[in-house]
């Protein structure tokens, strides 16, 4: 079951950390854990403000309670726990399963099938919903940056607000990248989930400085060429 397997996977990484001693542990959250009827931006004071979507609402409350537990070992040990709250990752060597990979390396697949198999590709859901994407090498070097100088109990790891793009538009990158030149269909059989989760990153931005984030069409090219050169031993 998701929500016991994610609250004893974290609960035992948290409590071996402190019984070990271990120096620094960050812990990676994500931004669908935030509350589903919100105001935006998001930050990270809201976390606990109201339920999740309902669409991923077992994931979403174990990974509050990581945090919750960090801080609690913080409160009362003083442990260096930290938690960081990237948005969606995407990068090479993902996971590009049509069925449980993440957004944008499932679409390459789909996309990659469309284009050698002369079909439709096709987009689950309306392709309105907006997405804030990180590149997965931005990430590492930020998580990297946590564990080395940063020392804030909960951190979103972000882009601008400015950088949200719809699915359907990340569709067409991914097609232009695959060399796809056919007809892109959005099924609207599907759920989007939430329309929008924008989140605020002025705390990064205060503790990091300005940091030179990967563009989301260089970073979807540099992707789609990994997937293509490593189908064969690929995650899919």
């Known amino acids: 079951m998701m929500l016991e397997d994610n609250l004893m996977i974290n609960f035992n990484v948290v409590k071996c950390s402190h019984e070990y001693k271990v120096e620094k542990l960050v812990a990676c959250l994500s931004t669908c854990i935030f509350p589903d009827k919100t105001t935006y931006p998001i930050n990270e004071t809201m976390l606990h403000d109201g339920p999740p979507h309902t669409s991923n609402d077992a994931y979403a409350y174990a990974k509050r309670m990581l945090q919750v537990q960090c801080k609690a070992y913080r409160d009362n040990y003083g442990d260096s726990f930290v938690c960081v709250i990237p948005t969606n990752v995407y990068g090479p060597n993902d996971n590009f399963n049509l069925i449980d990979g993440h957004v944008i390396p499932s679409l390459i697949h789909q996309c990659y099938l469309a284009e050698k198999d002369g079909g439709v590709f096709v987009v689950k859901g309306s392709g309105k919903p907006l997405r804030q994407f990180i590149y997965s090498e931005d990430l590492a070097e930020l998580i990297m940056w946590a564990l080395h100088d940063c020392d804030d109990e909960t951190i979103i790891l972000s882009v601008s607000e400015s950088s949200e793009i ?43 400085g300005e940091y030179k984030f990967t563009d989301i069409g260089d970073g979807i090219k540099k992707t789609v060429e990994w997937f293509l050169i490593n189908y064969a031993n690929s995650r899919r």
């Open 166 to 208: 719809s699915i359907s538009d990340v569709a067409k990158l991914i097609a232009k990248h695959v060399g796809y030149k056919d007809l892109i269909i959005c099924d609207e059989k599907f759920s989007d989930g939430q329309y929008k989760k924008t989140v605020d990153n002025t705390r990064f931005i205060e503790q990091h």
